[in-house]
């Protein structure tokens, strides 16, 4: 069974600060995807990673895939209110009994003071 | 209009009734999802199916079943339902290849 450790659970920040939020696994993953969740609602993708150490940007968030596709963090820079959400890690396997699933992490709640 | 819609949004049950929750999705994707969202565990799978005709257990099967009635529905059943699946649902769906999933606005159960 694949695992996706996702820390910390919780963050509350105030407006301006950085901060970042890891997802670590012992399992390689073909491609691991962000996600945010606001109250009431499904997530919704943010972005997906594919190549070792690869890094994209999405406005004020920075994610990151570990050389060894294992691990992978996303980082806010001055964070706003609107950041607020639950957010969720998820790694994709290409083959055998985990093809076409994801493996979610626990999730981080972010909550961001004005 | 919501590409994945789910209804009930919210339902309020008790022990030992049956409950049907359903999903349609306008998106065309072939595979669809179900999970179960508890507070501090993330999303876990129930039920997935890649096409019509394929059902698969996901990591928390037991209590559930499920129904892909065309392409576009993939409904969740609870046969009888007890407090300990009192959660959110989420059903997703995602394009063959592809590992990106979308998901709809989950439903709230309650079981009493």
């Known amino acids: 069974t694949q695992l996706l450790e996702q820390s910390p659970q919780f963050l509350s920040i105030q407006e301006g600060e950085n901060l970042t939020v890891y997802c670590n696994s012992s399992s390689v993953f073909s491609s691991l995807q962000w996600y945010r969740q606001e109250p009431g609602e499904g997530p919704v993708l943010l972005v997906t990673v594919v190549t070792g150490g690869e890094v994209k940007k999405l406005k004020r968030l920075t994610f990151q895939f570990g050389d060894a596709r294992k691990d992978s963090s996303l980082h806010i820079t001055a964070a706003q209110p609107g950041d607020t959400g639950l957010y969720l890690c998820a790694g994709a396997n290409a083959g055998g009994t985990s093809y076409g699933k994801l493996t979610f992490g626990q999730g981080t709640i972010l909550t961001v003071h004005p | 209009d919501a590409d994945v819609t789910q209804t009930p949004r919210n339902r309020i049950t008790k022990t030992g009734k049956r409950i049907m929750l359903e999903c349609s999705q306008t998106k065309g994707h072939d595979r669809m999802y179900w999970y179960r969202q508890d507070p501090g565990l993330g999303l876990r799978l129930i039920y997935y199916s890649f096409d019509v005709k394929d059902i698969n257990k996901g990591e928390i099967s037991d209590g559930y079943s499920v129904s892909r009635q065309a392409q576009a529905k993939f409904s969740l059943s609870l046969e009888s339902a007890i407090p300990n699946q009192t959660a959110l649902y989420f059903c997703?769906?995602?394009?063959?290849?592809?590992?990106?999933?979308?998901f709809g606005p989950g439903t709230r159960l309650t079981v009493l």
């Open positions: 997703a769906t995602s394009d063959f290849g592809r590992n990106e999933q979308f």
